[in-house]
Structures are given as C-alpha cells and as structure tokens.
T-cell receptor
Framework: SQQGEEDPQALSIQEGENATMNCSYK?????LQWYRQNSGRGLVHLIL?????REKHSGRLRVTLDTSKKSSSLLITASRAADTASYFC??????????FGAGTTVTVRA | DAGVTQSPTHLIKTRGQQVTLRCSPK?????VSWYQQALGQGPQFIFQ???????QRGNFPDRFSGHQFPNYSSELNVNALLLGDSALYLC??????????FGPGTRLLVL
C-alpha cells in the first residue's frame, strides 16, 4: 500500500503561473522528499524536508510540511514548459525504503 | 561524475521467462534500492541492498531476487515472468541512509 497521496492527480497551467500540489501521508515520518519524473524516465530528486522543518526553498521550489496534519505542499513559481512532468512525494518511515504516492501530472502550456 | 546507470534500457520477454536487470550506483554510494513502477502509478519498493546483503524487502514474491557485488553494483532477477511484471524498474543508490538518487530505469514488457 502507498503511504502518500498527491492531490490533484493532474494540473494544467499557463507558462509563468504558479503550480501547487499537495501530499498527504498516513504515518509518522523521518523525512519527506519530492521527486520529478519526465515522460516515464528516472526520478530526479528535487528537495528533502525533515520532520522538524516547516518550510524549505530551492530555487523556484517551495515546500511546506505540516506534521500535525500529515501533509506537505510543493509550490513551483513562475512555471516553464520544462516543468511539465509528474511530481511525486516520497516518505521514509524508516531509514531504508521510500513510499511514493501516485503522483501529480503537471502540464505547462506555452 | 557518473550518476546511477541501469542496463538494459528496454527489454521484451515472454511469460515464464527469467530476466536480469543491472544497476551501477553513483560514485561514493554503497546502498542500492530497487523499485517497480507500473504505468500511471508511483514506484513501489522491492528491496534494498547494503554490504552485499538484502537489508529490507517490500511486498514482492520470492520470484524477485537480487544481488549486490563488492563494487556495490547490483542485479535484480525476476523468475517465471507474469504479464503483470511489465513495468519500469528503477534503481536508486544512496550513501547509507542518505537521499536516494535514481537511475533512468529499465522498461520491461512481458508478452
């Protein structure tokens, strides 16, 4: 069974707009990570946020974590065509395996 | 610095056959994890190897087995292939329990 669930399943935005996607999970975690996947290829690591952190930034990415609600959000600002991809949140409830949701598919229209 | 590499990139097999997929970790990484990603789904953890031993295993049958070599590279073997084994197989490497970095994957089609 999957630990995380992303919402929405799909998102279509205009270039330059912001994209926000959410992730909910079920059990306590050590860390939460976001990955990007282009066209069914390998996953690219975007950002890791630890359970004692509330917000983290990396370039045009902003991630928040609310452990009381067991949820996280990923914001991509000023989106570009190259941001078109599937985005996955992954939680690690132990030090070994990552548990992924089904992902959010983002389409950025020119 | 080479990242995680996987071979082959694509593979077609028939039901009942056996397949071996290979992974070379990122330089400096000693831990290799394998994931299966069905179409439209997120990756599912198969198992993780560290110091040539299987450290943890997900909910996959014994038909799925693996190996890690002294140079930290790894193989995933699947016996008695089923149609449902068709998927993208992803290898990820890490240094101990650090961030996992993924390879490009091997797409397996079982006919």
């Amino acid at each position: 069974s999957q630990q995380g669930e992303e919402d929405p399943q799909a998102l279509s935005i205009q270039e330059g707009e912001n994209a926000t996607m959410n992730c909910s999970y079920k059990t306590s975690i050590n860390n939460l990570q976001w990955y990007r996947q282009n066209s069914g290829r390998g996953l690219v690591h975007l950002i890791l946020i630890r359970s004692n952190e509330r917000e983290k930034h990396s370039g045009r990415l902003r991630v928040t974590l609310d452990t009381s609600k067991k949820s996280s959000s990923l914001l991509i600002t000023a989106s570009r065509a190259a941001d078109t991809a599937s985005y996955f949140c992954a939680t690690d409830i132990d030090d070994y395996k990552l548990s992924f949701g089904a992902g959010t598919t983002v389409t950025v229209r020119a | 610095d080479a990242g995680v590499t996987q071979s082959p990139t694509h593979l077609i097999k028939t039901r009942g056959q056996q397949v071996t997929l290979r992974c070379s970790p990122k330089s400096g990484h000693d831990t290799v994890s394998w994931y299966q990603q069905a179409l439209g789904q997120g990756p599912q953890f198969i198992f993780q190897y560290y110091e040539e031993e299987e450290r943890q295993r997900g909910n996959f049958p014994d038909r799925f087995s693996g190996h890690q070599f002294p140079n930290y590279s790894s193989e995933l073997n699947v016996n008695a292939l089923l149609l449902g084994d068709s998927a993208l197989y992803l290898c990820a490497s890490s240094s101990g329990v650090g961030t996992q970095y993924f390879g490009p994957g091997t797409r397996l089609l079982v006919l």
